[in-house]
């Protein structure tokens, strides 16, 4: 199954506002550490579609992104 390019614009539209969200969540004061957890595991989620839809059309994903998605996952890991 191909991946259309308008699927790819929608994933992409969907990391772009999660990222926003999580730069919200680091400016706000105090900082909510639950808030901030759900900001990076819904980037985390949005960067996994993209790179998957990325893949399934035989696309590079570009290495921020995989380090992105790494640290992020990094951080999601209980005692870190």
Do not use: F, I, K, N
């Amino acid at each position: 199954m191909e991946t259309t390019a308008g699927s790819l614009r929608h994933l992409l539209t969907e990391v772009v506002a999660a990222r926003g969200a999580l730069h919200r969540q680091r400016r706000r004061m105090p900082v909510v550490r639950l808030d901030l957890g759900a900001a990076q595991d819904r980037l985390a989620q949005a960067l996994r579609a993209y790179e998957h839809a990325l893949r399934a059309d035989g696309a590079p994903v570009p290495y921020r992104l995989r380090d992105e998605l790494r640290l992020l996952e990094a951080l999601a890991e209980p005692g870190v």
